[in-house]
């Protein structure tokens, strides 16, 4: 059987950190496809994923998205962060946890999204943390 380095990094993840990362395997190419159907193609659109984990659905929304573009994967899990930088140099990979959103994109100068593709793992979510965000429309 041949595993690719994203699935395995994948599953490593998940055993350190099972209520962290909340599967045992990345996206498919189609829901990858569906979860970033919403990402413009045109002009200098500012696209945040949350929760990338290896890589799976941030290859789509890259493929996607304008050269003009912008790209902000968040994950908090520190060895996906490695794993996302080696697999992925060009992406902006945010580490931090997602309820900060509104922190780390001011620490990087963002101040307006035009799309938020969501990767985490809601269902896991205790209430507190579902309304934790410190985003604010
Ligand atoms: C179900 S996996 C999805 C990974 C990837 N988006 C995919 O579709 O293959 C959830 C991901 O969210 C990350 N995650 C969980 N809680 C997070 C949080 N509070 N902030 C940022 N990322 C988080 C996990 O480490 C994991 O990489």
Known sequence: ???SMGASAFLAAAVRRPGVVGAVAPSSL???KLL???VPR???PVVVELGAGTGAVSRVIDGLLPDAGRHLA???DAGL???LRRALPHV???PGDAAELAELLAGRGVSR???VVGGLPWALFPPALRTASSVRS
């Open 42 to 44: 045109s002009g200098r």
């Open 113 to 115: 999204v035009d799309v």
């Open 92 to 94: 902006e990979v945010v």
């Open 30 to 32: 189609g829901l990858a």
């Open 81 to 83: 962060v490695a794993h």
């Open 74 to 76: 968040v994950e908090v």
């Open 1 to 3: 059987m041949i595993v």
């Open 36 to 38: 970033s159907a919403a």
